[in-house]
């Protein structure tokens, strides 16, 4: 039982931290990139102010549940259909939806540091509008499972996946999206940016790129460490989801999932917050 009161423990103190943190960090984003004249036209500070302004509410919401849910054992998602619902969906929607943004920016600073010029295009701030608008939809249209297949299991009275067949999805979404393929992208664009700027000498003597440049590489290595890890131990679980454990065990992987889980929200306190020291 001592590591379930660890595990508590540690989502108050880690959940609280990266609350207050990330709300501040992110808010102090929203204002640089709004103030500032210089980013105000760069299509990849777009990308991060929409990723500012939907982690603010994916930690408002996700931590806070979080901390009340495992700090407190107040289980309000337990409590009613739609809270299941409404919680599931302010997990998966504003997920995607930042982890777009991440991906976006990384190759914005690819396509703007490229010598063709038909790429350096795809960098201009009016794309970047028209994509946005396109990310947010399809972030809305994948949630929209989330409503149909949770709920109040009459079994557990627990808020859960309902659906086999989405709980394979859920597996794949996980490991997948969240996880593998982001920081593939991010890998891959972060290297080709690296290797355009030592290209491209003129590129050196302008002060913002340098800093945005500077930003998305370092965000690419903070993705890397805030979501492997928690693809990692999803793998783990699905491929030990057929072994009989006993509590020994159980309660050490309940201890890994909830330490993990905190790490994933570091991604959305931490990562677009570099830039406010720039």
Excluded at 24 to 38: D, E, P, Q, S, Y
Excluded at 112 to 137: E, K, M, P, V
Excluded at 225 to 254: A, W
Aim: glycine letters at 6%; hydrophobic letters at 50%; aromatic letters at 14%.
């Amino acid at each position: 039982m001592s590591l379930v009161y660890d595990a508590q423990q540690f989502t108050l103190y880690v959940g609280y931290f990266l609350l207050f943190a990330g709300v501040i960090g992110n808010g102090i984003n929203i204002l640089i990139f709004t103030k500032v004249r210089a980013y105000r036209t760069t299509s990849c500070t777009f990308y991060f102010l929409i990723g500012s302004i939907d982690n603010i509410l994916y930690l408002l919401v996700n931590v806070t549940l979080r901390i009340l849910g495992v700090g407190y054992n107040i289980n309000v998602t337990d409590r009613s259909s739609a809270w299941c619902k409404a919680r599931q969906y302010f997990i998966v929607v504003p997920a995607v939806l930042s982890i777009g943004c991440s991906c976006l920016a990384t190759a914005d600073q690819f396509f703007i540091t490229s010598r063709n010029a038909s790429l350096r295009r795809c960098g201009d701030i009016g794309w970047a509008h028209r994509i946005i608008i396109i990310a947010i939809i399809l972030s809305f249209l994948h949630g929209i499972p989330v409503l149909l297949f949770f709920d109040i299991s009459p079994i557990s009275s627990n808020c859960l996946n309902l659906s086999a067949g989405y709980r394979i999805y859920q597996l794949f979404y996980l490991i997948g999206v969240i996880c593998v393929i982001p920081v593939l992208i991010m890998i891959i664009f972060g290297w080709l940016t690296y290797h355009n700027i030592h290209q491209t000498m003129n590129l050196a003597e302008l002060q913002v790129d340098r800093q945005l440049i500077r930003m998305t590489l370092i965000h690419v290595i903070l993705v890397t460490i805030s979501l492997l890890p928690y693809g990692i131990y999803t793998t783990y679980s699905l491929l030990t989801s057929s072994i009989v454990k006993n509590y020994d065990r159980q309660f050490q992987e309940y201890l890994a999932s909830s330490i993990l889980s905190l790490v994933t929200y570091f991604y959305n306190a931490v990562c677009e917050n570099q830039s406010s020291v720039e």
